[in-house]
Nanobody, 114 residues
């Protein structure tokens, strides 16, 4: 059973930074794609960033230039570095992995105050 555990969320002022981590229970080599999604209250879950096994990355337009996704295979962990945070980034952030089945973490809350 695959488990994904997110950490690193919290309260930060606008313009600040946070780094989210997603630790997998096993090797992440098995996953073709790993990514971060977010869901704000009353809104649908949306893709924030993803990284494929070859290292290519994709970002939502709203976070390009501010967020960076990376993976550290030796630690079975994927990161999301979030800089220049805005109040509209406030959401619960979920880690996702595909092999190609979908696996989800329980989420970590990010709150950006203005």
């Amino acid at each position: 059973q695959v488990q994904l555990v997110e950490s690193g969320g919290g309260l930060v002022q606008a313009g600040g930074s946070l780094r989210l981590s997603c630790a997998a229970s096993g090797t992440i080599f098995r996953f073709n794609v790993m990514g971060w999604y977010r869901q704000a209250p009353g809104k649908q879950r949306e893709l924030v960033a993803r990284i494929v096994s070859g290292g290519s990355t994709n970002y939502a337009d709203s976070v390009k230039g501010r967020f960076t996704i990376s993976r550290e295979n030796a630690k079975n962990t994927v990161y999301l570095q979030m800089n220049s945070l805005k109040p509209e980034d406030t959401a619960t952030y979920y880690c996702n992995a595909k092999d190609p089945m979908d696996y989800w973490g329980k989420g970590t809350l990010v709150t950006v105050s203005s």
